[in-house]
């Protein structure tokens, strides 16, 4: 099923069920008041959604109305835990190439993550920041909102307990990030409010593209009309879904509502004729790529004005999770 | 005034007033059902909050009972974001000299802070960990829970959106931070997770303890009974409260729940004839004072079965907070 968080006025909105071809909705008040006390209760509550999403899908629920994307929260507006992931290391490894270092073997044996949160962004709230100059970029990426899960949870029952998948707007502010790094600290200012896509969707909606904790399709990122990225998020993603959700919870549980984020996507570029080029998922990368290629990187950084659509579609075109598009404007 | 969380089975527990003694409490359902709840409409909220507060302490309130701090949850048991900052550089220049490397300046310039969260403590729950290998430490801290906190907020501004003052038991798993550190995404799987004192409390409660952004009071750790640490948290304190939450929101704004920690304490050794020892607020700390002076480090980190208690008194010896009294029982 897929489900939306309605702004409302309230911190924490309200629920909706929506049509799995994003064309119409249904109050879920009835059942329960936000995804967070859905989450609370997931073995019963998803049951009732279910049914109202087919329902909803049968053109059969009572109360739908046209869903409409920028009345949208977060999906889960405010997360008692968030961590993210650089699950596809081809950008890190493009970035370590380009300062002409080598990539650390322990970012390959294991993720390179680190916890984040606060402010979560509906799809098309705009990202407001004060300064260009920060290096603001974009990065394609996935979350997943997780039921309890127990310290030291193998990947076999994080995998169970992944609840919802949704794209987000992974944004690094890049000047910040080295200084912030070498702190040793990790990054904190460097990634500033994350962005998510209208809906959210269990896993079984993906269909056989939901498979070994990977999202098997392509992440368009569209940056102002362009489209810069489409890299496979189920290609080059050196450590899974479940993976990070175990390397998250090796020494801590984590409660209901959490959400683990993965991005950005980022494939090695493939020589075989007729393939499509996938392109990047965030700026940095495309900037290393032009850093080894030419000596210095000739790609700027987003501008205030600037718009960001990122959006994956379905073996037959049509959009999963409906498309996340923010723009850039000055705080 | 002085509130609690209580256990009730639900995830987010249920509001209470404690009286200043903290001797009895008042379940606060009447005026809001959890913490979070009253932070989301402070204005309205916190008002009658502190005419029962008044009330309690007159011996007026209707229905008041014994307050039992082992029924606590974490004051604010789910936050939709925290981070902990290294406020007292001390202990950071310590380890440092002990491994023979200068403090980067960087560290005194700003502090070092990283995101955090997941599992929040209760003052009498256990730390359940699996391994005493991972150099298990306590770490006695302050944090303060804020209100709505607007991105680039001035340090003014974060002042006066502090709404509650607590204490943390900031654990860190010593021998993991290394290499995670060395990683750059900061610490994550080598910060379990975080327990919190039976109350937290409005900053007017601390009176002139509280000024200039810090808590002008000895925080002690007793460590298995042996009074180990009574650093002085208004002393050494490089960066305050204020200035810590305007740095976590330099590039995003928070959300009211959201938690900022700060901690270990800790006090370079004064030499003056008559002044208290300071002693240690985390283990860490004690080991590189050993390290430099010995050659080796011979306290030992935690070991199964051990017991941290961690508590402020006010200049009349009165226990402001309660105390954390954790035991680290294997997983």
């Not at 009835?30 to 019963?44: R, S």
């Not at 009572?62 to 409409?68: G, K, S």
């Not at 994350?194 to 392509?218: I, Q, Y």
Request: aromatic share 6%; hydrophobic share 45%.
């Amino acid at each position: 099923m897929k489900l939306a968080t309605l702004k409302d006025g309230s911190r924490d909105g309200q629920l909706a069920v929506v049509a799995r071809d994003l064309r119409s909705a249904h109050m879920a008040d009835a059942i329960a008041p936000t995804l967070q006390a859905a989450l609370d209760d997931w073995a019963f509550i998803a049951p009732q959604l279910e049914q109202l999403y087919g329902q909803l899908n049968a053109g059969q629920a009572r109360r739908a109305f046209d869903f409409d994307p920028t009345h949208c929260m977060a999906p889960l507006p405010r997360a008692c835990a968030m961590a993210t992931g650089a699950a596809w290391p081809h950008h890190l490894a493009l970035a370590a190439r380009a300062n002409g270092v080598e990539l650390p073997a322990a970012l390959i044996e294991e993720p390179l993550m680190a916890a984040g949160g606060g402010e979560l962004l509906g799809p098309c709230d705009d990202i407001v920041l004060p300064f260009e100059e920060w290096g603001i970029d974009f990065g394609a990426g996935i979350a997943a909102i997780l039921g309890d899960v127990p310290i030291g949870a193998t990947p076999d029952l994080a995998h169970d307990r992944i609840r919802l998948l949704m794209l987000a707007n992974i944004v690094s502010l890049r000047a910040l990030m080295p200084d912030e790094l070498a702190k040793g600290g990790g990054p904190l200012q460097s990634t500033p409010a994350t962005g998510f896509s209208p809906v959210a969707v269990t896993p079984d909606e993906l269909g056989d593209a939901w498979r070994g904790g990977k999202v098997h399709l392509r992440l368009r990122s569209t940056w102002n009309g362009n489209l810069v990225g489409q890299p496979d998020a189920g290609v080059d993603m050196a450590f899974n879904f479940p993976q990070l959700v175990a390397h998250l919870c090796k020494t801590r549980g984590v409660g209901a509502g959490s959400i683990v984020g993965a991005g950005p996507v980022s494939n090695k570029e493939r020589s075989k004729r007729g393939a499509v080029a996938p392109g990047y998922g965030c700026i940095a990368q495309q900037r290393s790529s032009e850093t080894i290629a030419d000596g210095t990187a000739s790609t700027p950084f987003m501008r205030f004005g600037d718009a960001i659509r990122i959006e994956m579609l379905d073996e037959k075109g049509k959009s999963l999770f409906g498309a996340i598009e923010q723009k850039l404007s000055k705080a």
